[in-house]
C-alpha cells in the first residue's frame, strides 16, 4: 500500500476559520504517525486570517514537536495579476509558501483567463513553492497551460484530499481534472503532492479520499514529493540555497 507520512497544507485557529493551536496539530501529527508537517495557515487576505506580525514570527516554534519535523510556511492568496498577499520580504521567513485562489480575499479575478493568468504569474515568484488545489469548481483554470508553467519554474502542484471530502459542504474537485494532473506531471516534469488540507487534528494525512487517483494505472509514486519526509527535507535544503545564492545577485 502506498503510504504518505508528510503532509503539506494545514491550517490552525490562526486561519479564523480551523479549529486547533500548532501543538494540538503537532500531537495529532505524530499520533498519524506523520514525521514532516508543514502548518500553511491563510495570508492576511483571507477573513480571520493572521496579519504579517504572525509569519515574521513563525521562527520561535521549534523545529520538533513530539518528534515531528514543523515545516513553518503560508498558504498565500493569489491576487490580481499573480501577486500574492504577502511580500517577499515577509516570504522570506517562512520555509514553505504555497498559494491558491481562495474567496473572499478581494482577488478581483473574474474567469478562467484571469485565474490562469494569475496562477501561472503567481508561479514566477521564486519563493513560491506549491499551488494548492488547482482542480476547483470555482475558479477553473487551463490545466495544460498551468503545468507548462508549473515544470517551467519547478513548482509543485498540489493533489488535495480536502476537495473531495464527502462530510464538506460543496465538493470543490473535479476527479477528471485531478486524474489529468497525472499525465501532465509525466510530460511536462512538475512534481505533485498529496495533502490533506486539514483544519482540525484528525484529518491530517488523511488521503484516502484521494484513492481514485493511487488506483489509477496512471499513478507512479515517483511523481510524489512528499512521499517520504526525507524527501522534503533534501527539497528545503536545496530552496534554502537557491534563494540563498538569488540573494547574492540582487
Same mark, same amino acid.
Given at each position: 500500500?502506498?503510504?504518505?507520512?508528510?503532509?503539506?497544507?494545514? %491550517?490552525?485557529?490562526?486561519?479564523?476559520?480551523?479549529?486547533?493551536?500548532?501543538?494540538?496539530?503537532?500531537?495529532?501529527?505524530?499520533? !498519524?504517525?506523520?514525521? &514532516?508537517?508543514?502548518?500553511?495557515? %491563510?495570508?492576511?487576505?483571507?477573513? =480571520?486570517?493572521?496579519?504579517?506580525?504572525?509569519?515574521?514570527?513563525?521562527?520561535?516554534?521549534?523545529?520538533?514537536?513530539?518528534?515531528?519535523?514543523?515545516? !513553518?510556511?503560508?498558504? *498565500?492568496? @493569489?491576487?490580481?495579476? =499573480?501577486?500574492?498577499?504577502?511580500?517577499? /520580504?515577509?516570504?522570506?521567513? &517562512?520555509?514553505?509558501?504555497?498559494?491558491?485562489?481562495?474567496?473572499?480575499?478581494?482577488?478581483?479575478?473574474?474567469?478562467?483567463?484571469?485565474?490562469?493568468?494569475?496562477?501561472?504569474?503567481?508561479?514566477?515568484?521564486?519563493?513560491?513553492?506549491?499551488? +494548492?488545489?488547482?482542480?476547483?469548481?470555482?475558479?477553473?483554470?487551463? #490545466?495544460?497551460?498551468?503545468?507548462?508553467?508549473?515544470?517551467?519554474?519547478?513548482?509543485? #502542484? /498540489? #493533489?488535495?484530499?480536502?476537495?473531495?471530502?464527502?462530510?464538506?459542504?460543496? +465538493?470543490?474537485?473535479?476527479?477528471?481534472?485531478?486524474?489529468?494532473?497525472?499525465?501532465?506531471?509525466?510530460?511536462?516534469?512538475?512534481?505533485?503532492?498529496?495533502?490533506?488540507? *486539514?483544519?482540525?487534528?484528525?484529518?491530517?494525512?488523511?488521503?484516502?479520499?484521494?484513492?481514485?487517483?493511487?488506483?489509477?494505472?496512471?499513478?507512479?509514486?515517483?511523481?510524489? @514529493?512528499?512521499? !517520504? *519526509?526525507?524527501?522534503? @527535507?533534501?527539497?528545503?535544503?536545496?530552496?534554502?540555497?537557491?534563494?540563498?545564492?538569488?540573494?547574492? +545577485?540582487?
Amino acid at each position: 500500500m502506498f503510504r504518505i507520512n508528510t503532509d503539506l497544507h494545514t %491550517h490552525t485557529v490562526a486561519s479564523g476559520h480551523a479549529y486547533c493551536t500548532v501543538d494540538e496539530m503537532a500531537r495529532g501529527a505524530f499520533n !498519524k504517525g506523520i514525521k &514532516l508537517l508543514a502548518i500553511t495557515d %491563510h495570508g492576511p487576505n483571507m477573513p =480571520g486570517g493572521p496579519n504579517v506580525y504572525h509569519f515574521g514570527n513563525f521562527s520561535i516554534v521549534p523545529d520538533k514537536l513530539y518528534g515531528v519535523r514543523i515545516v !513553518k510556511g503560508v498558504e *498565500a492568496n @493569489i491576487l490580481k495579476d =499573480g501577486r500574492l498577499d504577502l511580500t517577499d /520580504e515577509e516570504l522570506g521567513y &517562512l520555509e514553505f509558501v504555497s498559494a491558491g485562489i481562495h474567496r473572499l480575499t478581494e482577488h478581483k479575478l473574474n474567469n478562467k483567463s484571469d485565474y490562469t493568468e494569475a496562477t501561472i504569474k503567481a508561479m514566477e515568484n521564486p519563493h513560491l513553492d506549491m499551488i +494548492t488545489h488547482p482542480v476547483q469548481r470555482e475558479y477553473p483554470i487551463d #490545466l495544460e497551460r498551468v503545468a507548462i508553467a508549473a515544470g517551467k519554474n519547478n513548482v509543485i #502542484l /498540489e #493533489l488535495n484530499a480536502s476537495s473531495y471530502n464527502p462530510n464538506k459542504f460543496k +465538493t470543490r474537485g473535479i476527479k477528471s481534472e485531478s486524474l489529468k494532473l497525472l499525465k501532465l506531471a509525466k510530460k511536462y516534469g512538475f512534481k505533485l503532492a498529496v495533502n490533506s488540507d *486539514a483544519h482540525f487534528y484528525d484529518i491530517i494525512g488523511e488521503y484516502s479520499t484521494l484513492n481514485f487517483i493511487f488506483e489509477s494505472p496512471d499513478f507512479d509514486s515517483e511523481l510524489i @514529493i512528499n512521499s !517520504k *519526509a526525507e524527501n522534503i @527535507i533534501n527539497y528545503l535544503d536545496q530552496r534554502q540555497k537557491r534563494l540563498n545564492k538569488l540573494k547574492k +545577485t540582487v
